[in-house]
């Protein structure tokens, strides 16, 4: 699978890339990255990708010319893909749009906007999919486009090494414990006394059911 970044701030998203599972997914040739620096696909001498938008109003709007340039220069894995323009008004990510495109496409492009938002004629011409992270707005389009990225990366198989790790695929609880199994916290001053922190007793009983009782328990807490 390979992910396609448009963005006026690549080092934001190489940056990314370059660390972690994503870097070790590329190195095991699992998945492949491309981040394309708008500024190089316009005409403009001062590398200007915004102007004012008609009708009026607040702020600037990306142009289309330089977007659709840079992806017209996109070399795609296979035939099977999708575009994906990060916007707070677009349809609500989750993990199983990730689990879906992750199986259902060879190649995914962020459009990352900045400003106050790209040309919607750049929509209209790639038939993109607005699609947020959630109920608030950011600055741009760059962190959603990795989040997403680092959500479908976890789907396909091998990236995570053990694909048991994907947490649909097993019992997961938001509560984890490790060592020591007593934690003595804060330690003893005049002012405050430590105080003993153990871990829950099942998780130390070796009673393999009864922990994944209280996994499936701690689940059901978290969801209410």
């Not at 620096?37 to 607040?58: A, C, M, Q, S, W």
């Not at 990225?149 to 997961?172: F, M, P």
Request: include cysteine.
């Amino acid at each position: 699978m390979k992910f396609h970044f448009l963005t006026i701030f690549p080092d934001m998203i190489q940056s990314y890339l370059d660390e972690a599972m994503l870097k070790r997914a590329a190195e095991k040739k699992l998945v492949a990255f491309d981040v394309k620096n708008i500024r190089d696909y316009t005409l403009d001498k001062h590398k200007k990708v915004d102007e004012r938008p008609y009708g009026g109003g607040p702020g600037m709007v990306m142009t289309p010319e330089p977007i659709l340039r840079a992806h017209a220069k996109l070399k795609m894995k296979g035939k099977k893909t999708k575009v994906v323009m990060l916007s707070p008004q677009g349809k609500l990510f989750n993990n199983v749009m990730a689990a879906k495109w992750a199986k259902s496409y060879s190649d995914i492009v962020f459009i990352c906007g900045r400003y106050e938002g790209v040309d919607d004629r750049v929509r209209k011409i790639l038939k993109a999919e607005e699609v947020s992270i959630g109920d608030f707005v950011l600055t741009g389009g760059e962190l959603p486009a990795l989040v997403m990225t680092d959500a479908i990366c976890r789907q396909i198989k091998g990236v995570l090494g053990d694909h048991a790790s994907v947490e649909e695929s097993r019992i997961a609880s938001p509560r984890v414990f490790t060592r020591p199994e007593v934690l003595e916290f804060p330690k003893s001053t005049k002012t405050v006394k430590g105080k003993k922190h153990k871990v829950p007793p099942v998780l130390v009983s070796g009673d393999h059911k009864k922990i994944e009782e209280w996994r499936k328990s701690q689940q059901k807490e978290e969801k209410i």
